[in-house]
């Protein structure tokens, strides 16, 4: 079992950064994929990134491209989600999740068997 924290969301401006944090505990070796996804109200659950812990690849959502920056720091269990740039419509609850074996695609949330309960992040106009 893997447990998985989120944390760093809280209001900020349009144009701001925020930085996003999952915690992993439980029986991690740091050998499992990890994605970050986002659900805003009344909306599906969206891709945001992720990170193959195979080769090291960074994965991201369309609406991520060129302004969110995901990272590790295996020596921590600690997978970040640098967001910059931030506009309203990034509003959201943001959802950390991780697999050792992905049941999928990255980019599809039913690969991932472990969740996080999620961080608010609000962006302002």
């Known amino acids: 079992q893997v447990q998985l924290v989120e944390s760093g969301g809280r209001l900020v401006q349009s144009g701001g950064s925020l930085r996003l944090s999952c915690a992993a505990s439980?029986?991690?070796?740091?050998?499992?994929?990890m994605g970050w996804f986002r659900q805003a109200p009344g909306k599906e659950r969206e891709f945001v990134s992720a990170?193959?812990?195979?080769?090291?690849?960074?994965l991201y959502g369309d609406s991520a491209k060129g302004r969110f920056t995901i990272f590790r720091d295996n020596t921590k269990n600690m997978v970040y989600l640098q967001m910059n740039s931030l506009k309203p419509e990034d509003t959201a609850v943001y959802y950390c999740?991780?697999?050792?074996?992905?049941?999928?695609?990255?980019?599809?949330?039913?690969?991932?068997?472990?969740w996080g309960q999620g961080t608010q992040v609000t962006v302002s106009s």
């Open positions: 439980g029986r991690t070796n740091n050998k499992y994929d």
């Open positions: 990170f193959l812990w195979s080769g090291g690849h960074t």
């Open positions: 999740a991780a697999s050792v074996y992905l049941l999928g695609p990255p980019k599809w949330q039913g690969s991932y068997i472990y």
